[in-house]
């Protein structure tokens, strides 16, 4: 009988957890082209996703540029970085 009421006990407090972990996300409560409201989650106080938030900004601004590292065979590196370095994760100390 405690192994029972343990089970519905937990059962009851992973039940709450996970509706507490949905109740902070909310669906974007903008349409799409096709007059459907957008799928899309978000955490955002506003409501809207990053499709549809006018004032949402890119994280990273930076551009991309090929790795100025040498290979082991003595080549130019083909990879590309943001890094400011201006080297890819292989040829940054």
Not at 8 to 19: E, F
Not at 35 to 53: E, G, R, V
């Amino acid at each position: 009988m405690k192994k029972l009421t343990l089970s519905v006990a937990a059962l009851t407090i992973a039940m709450l957890s996970v509706n507490y972990k949905l109740s902070a996300q909310t669906q974007c409560k903008e349409m799409t082209k096709d007059n459907i409201q957008c799928k899309n989650i978000t955490k955002k106080a506003n409501s809207l996703c990053h499709n549809h938030d006018k004032n949402h900004k890119i994280k990273s601004d930076s551009k991309t540029v090929i790795c100025s590292g040498t290979t082991k065979k003595n080549t130019k590196c083909r990879r590309k970085t943001k890094h400011s370095s201006g080297k890819c994760h292989n040829h940054r100390k």
